[in-house]
Each structure stands twice: as C-alpha cells, then as structure tokens.
C-alpha cells in the first residue's frame, strides 16, 4: 500500500513571496489533514477535510494561507505572502472517516523563509 | 494552559532500560489517546492507540491511560539505539471529526 505522498521536500523562499505545497492521501481515505509543525514542537492542526468538505480550519491563519481539495483526493495548501515565523515542516496525514485516531502521515515540506 | 503537556526532555538512557513516557491534557472530552514515533526529517507513524482509560501491550510497548487524573503513559522495555526518537502524544474525541492536539514532543536517545 502506498503511503502519503507530499512534495515538494524543500523549499527556500524569501518573505513575501508565494508556495504551494501538494499532498496525495493513501488511495480510499476519505480524511485529510494539513499540520504545521515548527521546530521543537508538536504538529498543529491547520485544516481537516472530509472528501472535499472541509471539517476544521480553525488554526488557519486565513489572511496568508488557503487550502483546497479538488474531487476529495489530493490536496493542495498555499501561502501568500509568506513571513518568516512561516518557516516549518508542513505534514500532510490521511485517514479512513471512522478511524480518525489512525493517521497516516508523509514525510513533510520544510519550508524555510528567508 | 496547553490543552496537551508533554516534557520535551531530551531523555538519555543506556541500551536495555526501560523508558517511561507521559503526558498530561485538560480536556475531559478526550477518548482517543495515541504515540507517535518520529525519527529525525521523517513524519510520525502510529505507534499506538487507547480508546478511553486502561492499559495496552504491543510487544515492547505498553500506553496507559487514567482519564481520572488526564495522565497518559508509553513505557519501553528493553530499549533499543533504533528506539532514539521524537515521541508524540496525541489525543482526540470522536466528535468534532476527531480533531486530533499533539503535545510536543519527547525526544528520546538510547546509548549503545
């Protein structure tokens, strides 16, 4: 079974300007979720989907940070403009609807802003 | 008060100890309570899970969890190098979509 695929792994931008992050859920979880996570500490929940519907997006900082996820599968979230408190690892994780406490994650974009 | 408090450490332990880990939260409405593993640029993986309070094995592992006093724990026995890792707990309730807090982090290092 494949696993949670993210891309890209790195990325250097300098403030201000523009990043996307890409995410592909493993195949049949209807669940998804983009966590912050900086250095030292725990992963923070960004925004959870449901399919296409989104769940929670509480902690998105809403001003700078948009996510979407077209025909419930993958999932994109993009930052414009980018400050340097921005500067983490973005994980991506996916689970089945009734097993949320069983999420898979992948292996994160670490973002640094100059 | 953060809803989920972890110690980061770091904790240092020789090769065959046994590890304690814990974790204390605030919100009652907790039922999931989950470890995650991360080694170092990777994503956590599940470890385990506890579904309200009681005890789980997994071979080396056991998680306890005593929601009378919001206090969880994983122990280790036997620790292994390959156990040298960043340990998170995370709890959730199944309502609400289970929206899932992390604590922080412990960051384990077993010596050889």
């Known amino acids: 079974e494949a696993g949670v695929a993210q891309s890209p792994r790195y990325k250097i931008i300098e403030k201000r300007q523009s990043v996307a992050f890409w995410c592909n859920p493993i195949s049949g979880h209807a669940t998804l979720y983009w966590y912050q996570q900086i250095l030292g500490q725990g992963p923070k929940l960004l925004i959870q989907f449901q399919n296409n519907g989104v769940v929670d997006d509480s902690q998105l900082p809403k001003d700078r940070f948009s996510a979407e996820r077209l025909k419930g599968v993958d999932s994109t979230l993009k930052i414009q403009p980018a400050k340097l408190e921005d500067s983490a690892v973005y994980l991506c994780?996916?689970?089945?609807?009734?097993?949320?406490?069983?999420?898979?994650f992948g292996p994160g974009t670490r973002l640094t802003v100059t | 008060q953060k809803e989920v408090e972890q110690d980061p450490g770091p904790l240092s332990v020789p090769e065959g100890a046994i590890v304690s880990l814990n974790c204390t939260y605030s919100n009652s409405a907790f039922q999931y309570f989950m470890w995650y593993r991360q080694y170092s640029r990777k994503g956590p993986e599940l470890l385990m899970y506890?579904?309200?309070?009681g005890n789980k094995e997994d071979g080396r592992f056991t998680a306890q969890v005593d929601k009378s006093s919001k206090y969880i724990s994983l122990f280790i026995r036997d620790s292994q190098p390959s156990d040298s890792a960043t340990y998170l707990c995370?709890?959730?309730?199944?309502?609400?979509?289970?929206?899932?807090?992390f604590g922080a982090g412990t960051r384990l290092f077993v010596k050889a």
């Open positions: 994780a996916s689970s089945s609807q009734v097993l949320g406490y069983e999420q898979y």
């Open positions: 995370a709890m959730s309730a199944s309502t609400g979509g289970f929206k899932t807090i």
């Open positions: 506890t579904y309200s309070s």
